[in-house]
C-alpha cells in the first residue's frame, strides 16, 4: 500500500493510542507472573500481537476482551514452545523474549526469529550476557543477529553489558528477577535511558525489588523473585504522537493530541521540550497537549533518550529557519532502518538539504516539495514523511506505507480526521 498526499492544513485534535513500549512490558510480566493479569487499553497493533503471540507460545493464556486483554502467567517457568517463534517485524520483542526463553526449565529448547529487518537487527551483546549468566544462547549464523536457539535455564552471576539499544537490559532486567541466584549487571554505556527508567517502574509496581545507581550504571538483581499480576491501564505513546505534536507546530496547523500524561516515564514526552526550543507554541491541559504552528527555529538538540523521534524531528528541521542539529544518537542507525541514512536520502528526494554524521544529522532549511518517496518498511519513517508531505507544494507518494501498522494502524484516519489529503492505494 501507498499512501498519497497533497498540502493540507492540519487543524482539530486526535486521541494517541497506547504505548508500543508499555504494552510490550506488560504482555512479557503479565505472562511470566502467577495468576490472573488485566491489561486495560493495550495497543491494537502489530507489534503488540507479536508479543501476545510469543508469550503465548511460551504457555500463557491470553484473551483478548473489549479494551482489555486477560493473562493467565505461567509464574516464572515459560514452556518449551511447540514451534518456531516468529517475533516478525518486533525487536522489542525479540530482545524481551530471548531472556525469558533463558528462564525454560532444563531440557527445554527455544527457536527464536524474525522479519528481515529483525534479523539484521543486533542482539550479540544480549546473548553474550545471557551465556555468561548460565543460558546456552546461540545466533545460528554466528553473527549475533536472529535467528537464536536457546536453551537451558539462566542462574546469575555477574556480567557487564554495553548497551546500544536499551532494549539489553530491559531484558535482563525484566527476567533476571526469576533466575534463581541473584544477578549483578555493570553497565559502562547505556543509550535511551528513559526506557530503562520505564522497566523499573514496571518493575516496582509488580513487587519486583531490583538496586541500582543513579547513572544506571550497576544493577543488583536478588533472584527467586516473583511477579504480581499486572491491572492497570497503558499509558497512550508519546512516540506516536510525536508525529502530531510535530504535525501541529508546522505553520498554519493547531493540533491537539489527547489522552497524554506528562508525568509517564516515557522519554519521547522530550518531543514538548524540542519545539518548545524551536520556537513552538506548545500548551499542556490535562491529558491535552495543543501546538500551535508559527515561525520554527533551528536549534540543536541531543537526541539520545528519543532516537525514535528522529525521523519526524529530521522532517520538522526542513522547515526552520536556519540550521537544526539532531545529535548523539547513533542508536538510530540500528533501527528498523538505519535511520539517519534513510531520512537522509528521502527527504533530499523532496529537495531537503540534509548532511549525515555519524551519531546524528544536520538539516538546513529546505523548500521541500512534493516527490515519490520510499517508506524502507519502516512506520516511523513513513509517518514522517507523510506529515511533511501536507505542507509541501504537489503531489507525494510514500511507497510502503502498510508498514504503519506496526504501532499505530489508524494512522491514516486520524490524518484525515485532522483535514489531512490523504489517500490509500493498493
Known amino acids: 500500500m501507498d499512501f498519497v498526499l497533497e498540502k493540507s492544513a492540519l487543524n482539530g485534535e486526535v486521541r494517541i493510542p497506547g504505548s508500543k513500549s508499555h504494552t510490550i512490558r506488560a504482555v512479557a510480566i503479565a505472562a511470566l507472573a502467577e495468576g490472573t493479569s488485566h491489561i486495560l487499553s493495550p495497543l491494537d497493533s502489530a507489534d503488540a500481537h507479536a508479543a501476545r503471540r510469543v508469550y503465548r507460545q511460551f504457555g500463557a493464556c491470553i484473551d483478548e476482551l473489549d479494551a482489555e486483554w486477560r493473562v493467565q502467567g505461567f509464574g516464572g517457568s515459560p514452556g518449551t514452545p511447540a514451534d518456531i517463534i516468529d517475533v516478525r517485524n518486533s525487536g522489542t520483542t525479540m530482545r524481551m523474549a530471548l531472556g525469558s526463553a533463558a528462564l525454560m526449565p532444563g531440557g527445554g529448547l527455544a527457536v527464536l526469529t524474525g522479519d528481515d529487518q529483525v534479523r539484521r537487527r543486533p542482539c550479540g551483546p544480549l546473548a553474550a550476557a545471557l551465556n555468561t549468566l548460565g543460558a546456552k544462547v546461540e545466533s545460528t549464523l554466528g553473527t549475533g543477529n536472529p535467528p537464536f536457539v536457546v536453551r537451558g535455564r539462566m542462574r546469575g552471576g555477574e556480567v557487564t553489558l554495553e548497551a546500544v539499544t536499551s532494549q539489553y537490559v530491559s531484558s535482563l532486567l525484566v527476567n533476571a528477577p526469576l533466575a534463581e541466584g541473584d544477578t549483578v549487571l555493570h553497565v559502562p554505556l547505556l543509550n535511551e535511558k528513559p526506557y530503562v527508567v520505564m522497566t523499573l517502574d514496571w518493575l516496582s509496581r509488580q513487587g519486583v525489588r531490583v538496586e541500582y545507581d543513579s547513572e544506571l550504571s550497576e544493577f543488583r538483581i536478588p533472584g527467586g523473585?516473583?511477579?504480581?499480576?499486572?491491572?492497570?491501564?497503558?499509558?497512550?505513546?508519546?512516540?506516536?504522537?510525536?508525529?502530531?505534536?510535530?504535525?501541529g507546530a508546522l505553520p498554519g496547523n493547531r493540533v491537539g493530541s489527547l489522552g497524554l500524561d506528562m508525568t509517564d516515564t516515557q522519554g519521547d514526552k522530550a518531543v514538548v521540550d524540542y519545539l518548545r526550543a524551536m520556537n513552538v507554541s506548545v500548551e499542556v491541559d490535562g491529558d491535552a497537549v495543543r501546538v500551535t504552528g508559527g515561525?520554527?527555529?533551528g536549534c540543536e538538540i541531543d537526541m539520545n533518550a528519543t532516537?525514535?523521534?528522529l525521523p519526524m524531528m529530521a522532517a520538522l528541521a526542513c522547515f526552520a529557519e536556519g540550521t537544526t542539529r539532531l545529535v548523539n544518537v547513533p542508536q538510530a542507525r540500528l533501527k528498523e532502518t538505519d535511520r539517519i541514512?534513510?531520512?537522509?536520502?528521502?527527504?533530499?528526494?523532496?529537495?531537503?538539504?540534509?548532511?549525515?554524521?555519524?551519531?546524528?544529522m544536520i538539516i538546513e532549511q529546505s523548500v521541500l516539495h512534493g516527490a515519490e518517496v520510499d517508506g524502507h518498511g519502516d512506520h516511523r519513517v513513513i509517518m514522517a514523511l507523510s506529515i511533511a508531505a501536507t505542507q509541501v507544494a504537489g503531489v507525494t507518494k510514500v511507497h510502503g506505507a502498510d508498514a504503519v501498522d506496526v504501532t499505530y494502524p489508524g494512522f491514516g484516519d486520524a490524518l484525515r480526521q485532522l483535514g489531512g489529503s490523504l489517500k490509500a492505494e493498493i
Open 225 to 247: 523473585q516473583r511477579y504480581q499480576p499486572v491491572d492497570r491501564p497503558i499509558p497512550s505513546d508519546f512516540s506516536s504522537a510525536t508525529f502530531f505534536l510535530a504535525a
Open 295 to 297: 515561525s520554527l527555529r
Open 307 to 309: 532516537p525514535d523521534a
Open 341 to 360: 541514512h534513510v531520512m537522509r536520502l528521502e527527504l533530499e528526494k523532496m529537495g531537503g538539504r540534509v548532511t549525515e554524521l555519524p551519531d546524528g
